[in-house]
């Protein structure tokens, strides 16, 4: 008896240590579907956190390598602020539609449909979906974090089905 009820006060402590989080997720980098392995359709995230807060296009010739996708940036103090601190300035869930991982599926997310909450880039798949977004931003958030924890290790949007994991 003594022996059950050690064995449950471990499993009511060590329960929450194997619950996935969304820092613990692991789901791919958006890249697009054409083959090119560039994120965020080449934009810069870092200009997203800087000056105007406007998405700027990055340039090739400052590229770094990141959870298997080339990220592009508009200079290089851009490009060493983001490998200096990824999480920071890369877009959650993966880059894709923060909308749809409410939901409970994976979609594009498009680099221009954007909104900052709490220091943190959400993209969303157009403009139409990025205003449904902002009709309940922390409830949606609050959906996405469970669904991109539960997205398969390297899973992303790959234009066959917009529909599960």
């Given at each position: 008896m003594k022996m059950n009820r050690l064995l449950l006060a471990l499993a009511a402590v060590l329960a929450p240590l194997t619950v996935p989080t969304a820092a613990m997720a692991e789901g791919g980098i958006y890249v697009g579907t054409e083959g090119a392995k560039?994120?965020?359709g080449g934009y810069d995230t870092v200009?997203?956190?800087r000056g105007t807060g406007a998405p700027v296009k990055g340039n090739?010739?400052?590229k770094l390598k990141w959870k298997g996708a080339d990220w592009h940036f508009s200079s290089e103090a851009n490009a060493a602020a983001f490998k200096a601190n990824p999480i920071a300035y890369a877009p959650q869930y993966g880059g894709h539609c923060?909308?749809?991982?409410?939901?409970g599926y994976l979609a594009p997310g498009d680099p221009t449909a954007f909104d900052i909450?709490?220091?943190?880039?959400?993209l969303n798949y157009d403009?139409?979906?990025?205003?449904?977004?902002?009709?309940?931003?922390?409830?949606?958030?609050?959906?996405?974090?469970p669904n991109w924890a539960k997205t398969p290790a390297g899973k992303t949007y790959s234009g066959s089905s917009w529909f599960g994991f």
């Open positions: 560039v994120a965020v200009s997203y956190f090739a010739r400052y923060a909308w749809a991982m409410a939901q909450v709490g220091g943190k880039l959400y403009q139409d979906i990025r205003a449904k977004w902002r009709k309940n931003t922390a409830g949606f958030i609050a959906k996405g974090g």
